[in-house]
């Protein structure tokens, strides 16, 4: 079977400083070209890959995004973007109509709670930002990392979509930095605190296979679940495939204008392919971004709960859009 999604990190740049997360410390380097991004994306198309989630860093500090959006779009790609909004509000007409799914990352219920997290003041961006979305015809979702630290208080931010007009998406923090809340993520807690607060709340979504995955104590490497290098490609700003992901990367392969003969031929990826959740980072990972798209590869009750999931997600949003 071909691989599913591309998580294509366009830039290691951030212009946020949030406190879970350390890719602004890491120094850039020389960022692939557009031309490099047009050849990987028709490469990424002969794999079968259907999804691609530009990332980064702050994906839209890349002037060239428009143009890179376009040429996915042109390929038949499935699209997302995560921003953090700061340059949303401006940048927001280039992109219309290119990014099918568009997720708004929210901290808090409120500014204060929001602008601490993310290190900057960026919580009035975020409420302009839903609001030229919506205007632009585009369907913003927000998504929020529930921590050790603010899991009791997802309420607050289920109203604060109520009051948007927004869905809100529930991700679960995982343990990959050392600086990631001590490594204190994610926790049963957080796990009933969810499924509660979703109970409630109409406007909140969540992954049910991540919540069991939790329960179940992340990945175990003696009988992994993880299928990073066979359900996903990650590409580096740099031109590079990460190998086995970008947050437990072991080697980063240069791709030069090679990346289908890589990804199908080179000893490389075939050696992290037969070692995928067996490597001692592995053990108790809970990386969403690879982890849900393994959850696709196999059947198990993990599979059963993600079809679950995006089963009963579309049926939400659609409910959602009839009544915003």
């Not at 927004?166 to 990959?176: C, D, G, K, Q």
């Not at 796990?191 to 179940?216: C, M, P, Q, T």
């Not at 067996?278 to 108790?284: K, S």
Request: some cysteine; charged content about 25%.
């Amino acid at each position: 079977m071909p691989p599913l999604v591309a998580n294509y990190y366009l830039t290691y740049r951030c212009n946020a400083r949030c406190h879970f997360c350390d890719i602004w410390s890491i120094e850039p380097g020389k960022e692939a070209t557009f031309e490099n991004i047009q050849e990987n994306l028709r490469d990424l198309k002969r794999l079968g890959v259907k999804y691609i989630d530009f990332t980064g860093g702050e994906p839209l500090l890349r002037e060239d995004v428009p143009q890179i959006y376009t040429e996915a779009k042109k390929l038949g790609f499935v699209t997302s973007m995560t921003t953090n909004t700061i340059l949303y509000p401006k940048r927001a007409k280039e992109i219309q109509g290119l990014v099918d799914f568009l997720n708004f990352s929210l901290d808090g219920g409120d500014a204060e709670t929001h602008d601490q997290s993310r290190g900057v003041k960026i919580f009035d961006t975020l409420v302009e930002s839903v609001r030229i979305a919506k205007h632009l015809g585009e369907y913003p979702v927000l998504n929020h990392t529930v921590t050790a630290q603010n899991y009791e208080r997802i309420g607050e931010v289920a109203e604060l979509g109520q009051r948007l007009g927004a869905r809100i998406w529930l991700n679960p923090a995982f343990t990959a930095h050392s600086n990631y809340n001590n490594k204190k993520n994610p926790t049963p807690d957080m796990v009933r605190a969810i499924e509660a607060a979703a109970k409630k709340y109409d406007n909140l979504g969540y992954n049910k296979a991540a919540l069991a995955f939790i329960e179940a104590g992340g990945n175990d490497v003696k009988n992994p679940r993880c299928k990073a290098v066979d359900a996903v490609i990650a590409i580096s700003p740099n031109n590079e495939i990460l190998l086995p992901c970008y947050h437990f990367s072991q080697q980063a392969v240069p791709i030069e204008g090679r990346l289908y003969e890589l990804y199908k031929q080179s000893e490389q990826v075939e050696e992290f392919r037969q070692t995928q959740g067996t490597l001692p980072v592995c053990e108790g990972c809970t990386v969403w971004c690879y982890l849900i798209p393994s959850f696709f590869k196999g059947f198990d009750k993990y599979w059963w709960l993600n079809q679950v999931t995006y089963a009963g997600e579309f049926l939400a949003r659609k409910r959602f859009l009839q009544r915003a």
